[in-house]
């Protein structure tokens, strides 16, 4: 009996069938498109690098806070998995270690540098700029693409932070690389591409804890509207999505809370050295209520009337930080002044973002992070929804504007209203949303022009957008004051072409047909481009060509920061922060450098004898007092109580027992304590038992020699 052979050409013939059919998409997004698509991405991306990458250097250290993360992680593998302050595993930073994680094996590999730090911070928004590139351009045209990645690459916010080391670079590529695996997953009903959506938010959450969780609605929503396969498959997809992410994120959170507590370190921020705690709390539902605590502060304010931060000068470093008053300038709560500390809701909440309220992404604090497109981006998304209401459900242009549409909205209402600590550049994560609704929302206007709605839509937009960069320009006084004149009539005269040239007689549009209809239309695009893009792109360089240092840095061309830095995140005009009258202590020496200030020379040259022979050199009330020491020395320094001095990490009796086995070597008073915290009862024990010197100003005891 014989068998017949098997075909193998048809089999090799089913097999390549199947690939052109799976690689049919991607041929089309990228295979068929002009030839000037190609060069162009590639021009935008190396512009993209060189605005992120030019003079990186400038910044130094940038946050000292994390610079100091990243180097323990070059030198301990413990210290870089949990992300520990100190390479002796004393204390973590308040967030998971992620992106500290990419900044760390950089520095493994090419030496700990500040370009070994921040270049990755930068490689990782030219990434973020291309994956919304290929996300836009899959659902409507290489221009439209285009035309999102620009407005994003070049928004204020995101040419400060992908220029520094702060996790919101990492955070956001993770976003954009999850739109587009749900982009790609609404197209065919993919479970495999909702599942790296799902793993990228998860990875997200290992970078910034609760703020990965905002994109979850427009990922979810944008699926289950749109995916062309039946309810029951879309809502098990869905579970299958979170199933991920839960995977992605949960397996750090379980070895964390899983590893024997007296063998890692504490977990910086929290209350109770539980990462879960930290999730919840301080960097959870706290940043929503105000009722933090741990982290910075327990939910830190500095608050002067109405709400808004007030920066004065005298006060002490007791208790907070120096030359900081409350409202009318009166000094804060520890000895000789310091911050005034406002524990829980009130105050008009925030901390540095400004009062709550709508207009919160539009005030000083932080309209000029981000805001210059905002009401276009809104505009878009109502007009791209009115214009497509009558697609089909499975419309993947609709579809895109319901992913960037939610994922806008849900940032700018929790933004705008969380009563917790916020910071301006948190809105970087809005920026690739506002891009690709402008640039998605504009090919629907452009395709529908015909219609009276679009064409008013659009010049709206484009006019409106001129308005309100003029008022934004206006905030920053003599700054190009010829530049805010030029958008706005670029962005009017772009307007009324938009609603007059349709309006032209038949025979006057004839008369423009040709070679003249193309010109008219290239220089209405121009124009719309100048008044659209100009000022934030001008505001986008003015960022990337000054240094900026601290833990609170802002946008725009003074080089602001805070807590270390040249500033305090504030608006142009604003006060100062002052040194202490009379020149008292400091743990840098107030010598400002590169990466904010600079630990003193007596005292680190001090700390590095025999630095060796302890587990840690020195120990001090908190990591933003410890950071530049231990950036200067190379040495762990332990930070008893985290970044701002409240974690309570350790107790006296702790303490003595360090010291007792002789691995501390010094203790350096003042700086930053919170109530509770890493001060409790420390300094006063160190100070009736140990004799105290001055180095470079700084009160320092050898906990090697008792008194007597």
């Given at each position: 009996?014989?068998?017949?052979?098997?075909?193998?050409?048809?089999?090799?013939?089913?097999?390549?069938?199947?690939?052109?059919?799976?690689?049919?998409?991607?041929a089309a997004a990228a295979g068929h498109d002009p030839r000037w698509v190609r060069p162009a991405v590639a021009g935008l991306l190396a512009l993209s690098a060189l605005t992120y990458l030019w003079g990186l250097g400038a910044s130094g250290n940038a946050n000292s806070f994390y610079a100091a993360a990243v180097q323990a992680g070059t030198k301990s593998w413990k210290a870089l998995f949990f992300g520990s302050f100190d390479a002796s595993n004393f204390i973590t930073v308040d967030k998971p270690p992620a992106s500290l994680w990419v900044m760390s094996l950089s520095g493994r590999i090419f030496g700990f540098s500040a370009w070994s730090m921040l270049a990755p911070q930068a490689l990782e928004g030219v990434a973020a700029?291309?994956?919304?590139?290929?996300?836009?351009?899959?659902?409507?045209?290489?221009?439209?693409?285009?035309?999102?990645?620009?407005?994003?690459?070049?928004?204020?916010?995101?040419?400060?932070?992908?220029?520094?080391?702060?996790?919101?670079?990492?955070?956001?590529?993770?976003?954009?690389?999850?739109?587009?695996?749900?982009?790609?997953?609404?197209?065919?009903?993919?479970?495999?591409?909702?599942?790296?959506?799902?793993?990228?938010?998860?990875?997200?959450?290992?970078?910034?804890?609760?703020?990965?969780?905002?994109?979850?609605?427009?990922?979810?929503?944008?699926?289950?509207?749109?995916?062309?396969?039946?309810?029951?498959?879309?809502?098990?997809?869905?579970?299958?999505?979170?199933?991920?992410?839960?995977?992605?994120?949960?397996?750090?959170?379980?070895?964390?809370?899983?590893?024997?507590?007296?063998?890692?370190?504490?977990?910086?921020?929290?209350?109770?050295?539980?990462?879960?705690?930290?999730?919840?709390?301080?960097?959870?539902?706290?940043?929503?209520?105000?009722?933090?605590?741990?982290?910075?502060?327990?939910?830190?304010?500095?608050?002067?009337?109405?709400?808004?931060?007030?920066?004065?000068?005298?006060?002490?470093?007791?208790?907070?930080?120096?030359?900081?008053?409350?409202?009318?300038?009166?000094?804060?709560?520890?000895?000789?002044?310091?911050?005034?500390?406002?524990?829980?809701?009130?105050?008009?909440?925030?901390?540095?973002?400004?009062?709550?309220?709508?207009?919160?992404?539009?005030?000083?604090?932080?309209?000029?992070?981000?805001?210059?497109?905002?009401?276009?981006?809104?505009?878009?998304?109502?007009?791209?929804?009115?214009?497509?209401?009558?697609?089909?459900?499975?419309?993947?242009?609709?579809?895109?504007?319901?992913?960037?549409?939610?994922?806008l909205v849900v940032h700018a209402v929790v933004f705008s209203y969380m009563q917790g600590i916020i910071h301006p550049y948190y809105t970087i994560a809005l920026a690739p949303a506002i891009g690709g609704l402008i640039a998605v929302g504009g090919y629907v206007l452009v395709r529908d022009r015909n219609s009276a709605v679009a064409r008013g839509a659009l010049a709206v937009m484009v006019g409106g957008t001129g308005i309100w960069c003029y008022v934004l320009l206006h905030r920053t006084p003599g700054w190009y004051p010829w530049l805010r004149w030029l958008v706005l009539l670029a962005a009017l005269v772009a307007a009324a072409a938009i609603l007059l040239v349709p309006a032209m007689p038949a025979t006057a549009r004839r008369v423009a047909a040709g070679t003249a209809r193309r010109a008219t239309a290239v220089a209405i695009t121009v124009a719309a481009l100048i008044g659209l893009a100009g000022a934030p792109a001008a505001?986008?360089?003015?960022?990337?060509?000054?240094?900026?240092?601290?833990?609170?840095?802002?946008?725009?061309?003074?080089?602001?920061?805070?807590?270390?830095?040249?500033?305090?995140?504030?608006?142009?005009?604003?006060?100062?922060?002052?040194?202490?009258?009379?020149?008292?202590?400091?743990?840098?020496?107030?010598?400002?450098?590169?990466?904010?200030?600079?630990?003193?020379?007596?005292?680190?040259?001090?700390?590095?004898?025999?630095?060796?022979?302890?587990?840690?050199?020195?120990?001090?009330?908190?990591?933003?007092s410890a950071a530049p020491i231990e950036l200067a020395t190379g040495d762990p320094i332990m930070a008893m109580g985290g970044f701002s001095g409240s974690d309570p990490a350790l107790t006296l009796a702790q303490f003595q027992a360090y010291v007792a086995a002789k691995k501390i070597h010094y203790y350096i008073g003042g700086g930053m304590g919170g109530p509770g915290g890493g001060s409790s009862g420390i300094e006063s024990w160190v100070s009736a038992h140990f004799t105290a010197t001055t180095v470079g100003g700084q009160t320092v005891y050898d906990l090697t020699r008792p008194k007597g």
């Open positions: 009996m014989s068998t017949a052979s098997p075909d193998l050409g048809g089999v090799r013939r089913a097999v390549w069938s199947g690939y052109r059919r799976r690689a049919r998409p991607l700029v291309g994956l919304l590139y290929l996300t836009v351009r899959r659902v409507t045209n290489p221009r439209s693409g285009l035309l999102a990645a620009g407005l994003f690459a070049f928004t204020p916010v995101a040419a400060l932070m992908f220029r520094f080391n702060n996790p919101d670079a990492l955070l956001v590529l993770l976003f954009v690389l999850g739109a587009y695996c749900v982009t790609r997953a609404v197209e065919a009903a993919s479970l495999r591409w909702l599942a790296l959506a799902g793993a990228a938010t998860g990875v997200a959450f290992l970078t910034k804890l609760g703020q990965a969780f905002l994109v979850v609605p427009a990922f979810g929503l944008v699926y289950l509207v749109a995916a062309p396969t039946t309810v029951g498959r879309r809502i098990v997809h869905l579970l299958g999505g979170l199933a991920a992410m839960v995977v992605a994120a949960g397996w750090y959170v379980a070895a964390v809370e899983l590893w024997p507590k007296g063998s890692r370190p504490y977990i910086g921020g929290s209350t109770n050295n539980s990462l879960l705690q930290l999730t919840f709390g301080y960097n959870g539902l706290g940043r929503l209520t105000g009722n933090e605590s741990g982290g910075g502060g327990g939910g830190m304010r500095l608050l002067g009337g109405g709400g808004a931060p007030v920066l004065g000068q005298g006060g002490g470093m007791a208790g907070g930080f120096p030359g900081i008053a409350g409202p009318g300038g009166e000094s804060g709560d520890g000895p000789g002044g310091g911050i005034r500390r406002v524990f829980g809701p009130g105050g008009g909440g925030g901390g540095f973002g400004g009062a709550t309220g709508w207009n919160r992404l539009f005030s000083d604090q932080m309209g000029t992070e981000i805001s210059w497109l905002l009401p276009a981006a809104l505009l878009a998304l109502v007009a791209g929804l009115w214009l497509t209401r009558r697609a089909p459900r499975t419309d993947r242009v609709r579809a895109a504007l319901i992913l960037f549409g939610t994922w505001y986008a360089a003015a960022t990337a060509s000054v240094a900026h240092t601290g833990s609170i840095p802002s946008s725009g061309p003074n080089g602001a920061g805070g807590f270390g830095g040249g500033g305090f995140g504030r608006p142009p005009g604003a006060a100062t922060i002052t040194p202490e009258g009379g020149g008292g202590p400091s743990l840098t020496g107030g010598s400002g450098g590169p990466g904010g200030d600079t630990a003193n020379a007596a005292l680190v040259s001090m700390l590095k004898a025999g630095a060796g022979s302890y587990r840690w050199v020195a120990a001090t009330q908190s990591s933003n």
